[in-house]
């Protein structure tokens, strides 16, 4: 039998249900799968959202924004090569997200903390191997892993929450990129913080609290999309 952690993941208690609720608010905006029209307008608007929480989460939008939206728009790209290539995917994103910030010679490199690189080498056998869980909990422990590592340094956040979008574009959940996850988490941003603690202490109940809350986030990321409104 072959191992399946993220799957084992999914079967906390409370899990299946929050992520059925995500995915049908994600499904209800999309048509329940007839995949609407959706308008250069509206991919724009979308991503200009999830750039600027993603922005505002770090505590200094203003240093992180223009990097932000550089990496917000080349999202569907990079979500081609999450699952298949995920450290040039990850290190991609840094040299979007951290160029004018940091050094060019540190772009693209992950730090020298320890145990950093073996973390992210596991983090990329999980997200390049076959699993059955859902992609709202794959993309919730990239989110976590990266973060919580903080690999990247200051960027670690910026690219963790992007991570998390990557896998739901890969997978087909959010087919478009226009689930605004990045500002269903920036909503509050103390929450936030706190379920990645949760998560960073490594017990059932800390693990379970951080999918939850992820769970949560794409579904208000669905409410919170241009196409909400239209």
């Known amino acids: 039998m072959v191992p399946d952690p993220l799957a084992d993941l999914a079967r906390f208690e409370g899990v299946a249900s929050a992520v059925a609720a995500a995915t049908a608010a994600v499904d209800a905006l999309l048509r329940d799968r007839g995949l609407r029209h959706v308008t250069e307008e509206q991919l724009s608007q979308a991503l200009l959202a999830g750039a600027s929480a993603n922005a505002a989460l770090t505590g200094d939008p203003q240093r992180w924004r223009i ?3 550089r ?5 569907a790209s990079l979500a081609a090569l999450i ?3 995920p450290a040039q995917a990850l290190a991609r994103a ?4 951290a160029r004018g910030v940091v050094p060019d010679s540190e772009l693209g490199k992950i730090g020298a903390g320890p145990g950093m690189a073996a973390r992210m080498n596991s983090l990329g056998e999980l997200l390049s191997s076959q699993t ?6 794959v993309g919730a422990v990239a989110h976590a892993e ?6 990247f340094g200051d960027a670690s956040g910026l690219i963790a929450r992007a991570a998390e979008h990557l896998v739901l574009i890969a997978a087909g959940l ?8 990045e500002a269903g988490h920036a909503e509050s941003g103390t929450s ?6 949760a998560y960073a202490e490594g017990s059932v109940e800390g693990v379970k609290t951080w999918l939850l809350r992820c769970a949560a986030a794409v579904a208000r990321g669905a409410e919170l999309s241009p196409l909400a409104r239209s």
């Open 94 to 97: 840094h040299a979007l997200v």
């Open 83 to 85: 699952r298949v290539a």
């Open 71 to 75: 990496l917000s728009a080349e999202l």
């Open 132 to 137: 059955s869980a859902p992609a709202i909990v």
């Open 67 to 69: 990097g932000a939206l």
């Open 146 to 151: 990266i973060a919580v590592v903080a690999a």
């Open 174 to 181: 959010d087919p478009y990129g226009v689930i605004v996850v």
């Open 192 to 197: 936030y913080s706190k379920a990645l603690e």
